[in-house]
């Protein structure tokens, strides 16, 4: 009663703070680097292209915020929010704690799609590296869940069956690029693999954004259906909820998700795997909370690691990758060790 | 307000579980449910909590075909406590028990104080509601039990099925759970494997082996030396008190016993 609206109240706030502080991310991003451009720069420069505010703006300062790094920020939130998402779905249709995006096969796949265009050159030039890791992640999610759905139901079989698939894929990756690249080749591709927003553009934001969005309403539908899985299947099936139809759905649109992501930046660890499980400390597990929270601070730590990945050496990018295992990994073993004090 | 089952029988793959079963259940009352181990109690349960469709004959309620009538509405009217449901989520013992508001939310009806209410109502029904803010690893087994029951209550179902409530609580739990349940305002059918436990609760007793229904009726007419020793491979003698209940007394070491049931297994 009360207590159920003031929840209810903390929850809105809690979701509307953390919209203002990826707003002020982006903007703080799109600021950030080689060159400093001031954050009323970069306000002027998206008022000017979103209401034609006319605003005086260099040009060239202009073009670096919205060519260059505004439309990088916004893919890195994207893909930030996508990951984390897909995390909690696989994590909670799963009810396995190390369920990730990429536990489905989708990141090997992408990998093995991407060398295949990028090395052997298949499709003649007619695909693209982002295509050709698309085209290998559907193959490689296909491949697990037919081999799922050949070992039986259960949650242990589509586990399993992602490992192999994994294993697999990764497999033809290591061959194809040992037996086939130069030295210089297999470098750009490890480069690629550990996550790479330097080549993002406005097109890309207008693959990326939509399908994070439609990620986030998709599984906000069905919140309450993933709060029914705490018990299992067979306790969500008592409660009413179609699982077979919320399994192929949300197991689907998290396995697309992760693959337009993946054919974009490459596979990006970590955000998929920890961000819920550090929302979840925070805001328990009710998923009508951890969804859009999880979403937003997913979204908010990429946007975060994709600046130290570009200041953290200067004249050099690291991989984006990198900087999310380098800062999640620690600032995850806090939490794990203050969450258990709080228990 | 029936459930029934009309020649069902379930099939896992290609082995046959369950075949041959027609039950009824009748309004109001308390059925157990026995069998020996993989006597298919489980599979008979979960299809009759319309959870797995039967793979031949019909499952019922109403008179309605459970697959016409919906998972939503099912959920509404039949309330599954499993065997043993556990969850590595760090949830409170009101969150577990809303969870059974499930079937009655959506976008359109969000919760509501009603559900608050219910929810309140179904806690203090199993005696929990002064530890509703615990968090679920906090609870025993005997606990953890009676939560799940109230998350069933919280469904307000007319069938309250129950797969071996007692598993793993000691006995000082086993009773309280089955007078709890016996004392709700709900038609009861129980998978129970005490059988002195049956004989005390309920009000008619359907027995199971391999797979088969091989009788149904009150406690007095299955539970005999007859059929504890053909189904059970047992023997025992049934004492019955002065209210007429029966009361089993196991024998051990009896020769050619307990050989009777080995021979029929293999």
Not at chain 1, 218 to 242: I, K, M, N
Not at chain 1, 258 to 286: D, E, K, N, W
Not at chain 2, 46 to 52: D, F, T
Not at chain 2, 58 to 68: R, T
Request: hydrophobic content about 50%.
């Amino acid at each position: 009663m009360a207590l159920l609206s003031s929840a209810t109240g903390l929850r809105i706030s809690a979701i509307c703070f953390a919209l203002m502080l990826l707003c002020g991310a982006l903007a703080v991003a799109a600021s950030v680097g080689e060159t400093a451009i001031p954050v009323q720069t970069v306000m002027d420069t998206i008022a000017n292209h979103v209401w034609h505010a006319g605003r005086d703006v260099d040009p060239i300062d202009a073009g670096i915020v919205w060519n260059y790094r505004l439309s990088r920020a916004v893919v890195a939130a994207s893909c930030g929010a996508a990951l984390a998402l897909s995390g909690v779905v696989l994590q909670a249709l799963l009810r396995n704690a190390l369920a990730d995006p990429y536990l489905l096969g989708i990141s090997a796949g992408a990998s093995t799609g991407a060398v295949s265009v990028a090395i052997l050159g298949l499709g003649a030039g007619m695909l693209g590296l982002s295509l050709g890791a698309f085209i290998g992640s559907v193959l490689a999610f296909a491949f697990v869940t037919l081999l799922s759905l050949q070992a039986g139901r259960g949650t242990g079989a589509i586990i399993l069956a992602g490992i192999a698939g994994a294993q697999l894929f990764n497999a033809m990756t290591a061959f194809i690029v040992t037996k086939s690249a130069s030295a210089e080749e297999a470098r750009g591709i490890m480069f690629w693999l550990l996550g790479n927003l330097s080549g993002v553009r406005w097109p890309d934001v207008w693959l990326a954004l939509p399908m994070a969005l439609i990620g986030l309403v998709v599984c906000l539908w069905h919140a309450r259906a993933l709060d029914a899985f705490t018990f299992g299947q067979e306790s969500a099936a008592s409660l009413g909820v179609p699982v077979r139809r919320v399994y192929i759905l949300l197991i689907g649109v998290s396995a697309l998700m992760t693959a337009v992501m993946v054919s974009i930046v490459g596979s990006i660890g970590f955000v998929g795997l920890v961000i819920p499980h550090a929302v979840r400390f925070f805001v328990g597990t009710r998923h009508g909370m951890l969804l859009p929270l999880s979403g937003l601070i997913g979204a908010l730590f990429l946007v975060g690691a994709d600046v130290l990945s570009r200041v953290i050496i200067p004249g050099q990018v690291l991989p984006i990758g990198v900087i999310t295992a380098l800062i999640g990994a620690p600032a995850f073993a806090l939490i794990l060790c203050h969450g258990r004090v709080l228990r | 307000m029936t459930l029934e089952l009309r020649d069902v029988g379930w099939n896992a793959g290609f082995k046959k579980i369950i075949s041959d079963v027609s039950l009824r259940v009748e309004p109001g009352e308390f059925l157990g449910l026995i069998g020996p181990n993989g006597s298919g109690k489980t599979s008979l349960m979960s299809v009759l909590a319309g959870i797995r469709a039967p793979s031949r004959g019909q499952a019922l309620l109403d008179g309605q075909a459970m697959k016409k009538v919906g998972r939503r509405n099912l959920a509404r009217r039949i309330g599954f406590v499993e065997q043993q449901a556990d969850t590595i989520d760090r949830i409170t013992v009101r969150e577990a028990v809303a969870l059974g508001r499930t079937p009655y939310l959506s976008l359109l009806s969000p919760w509501s104080e009603d559900d608050q209410a219910i929810v309140q109502k179904a806690l203090e029904a199993v005696e929990m509601h002064l530890m509703a803010d615990r968090m679920w690893q906090t609870l025993s087994g005997g606990e953890k039990q009676r939560v799940h029951i109230a998350r069933t209550l919280a469904q307000q179902p007319d069938f309250l099925l129950l797969d071996e409530p007692t598993n793993h609580l000691d006995i000082h739990h086993q009773l309280g759970l089955l007078d709890l349940v016996r004392t709700l305002p709900v038609t009861v059918v129980a998978a129970l494997h005490d059988l002195n436990h049956a004989a005390m609760f309920c009000d008619r007793i359907a027995m199971m082996d391999r797979g088969k229904l091989i009788a149904i009726g009150t406690p007095e007419q299955i539970l005999t030396s007859q059929n504890l020793r053909d189904v059970f491979g047992v023997a025992a003698d049934i004492e019955r008190d002065d209210q007429g209940r029966c009361h089993i007394r196991y024998q051990v070491g009896i020769s050619g016993q307990t050989g009777i049931k080995k021979d029929r297994v293999a």
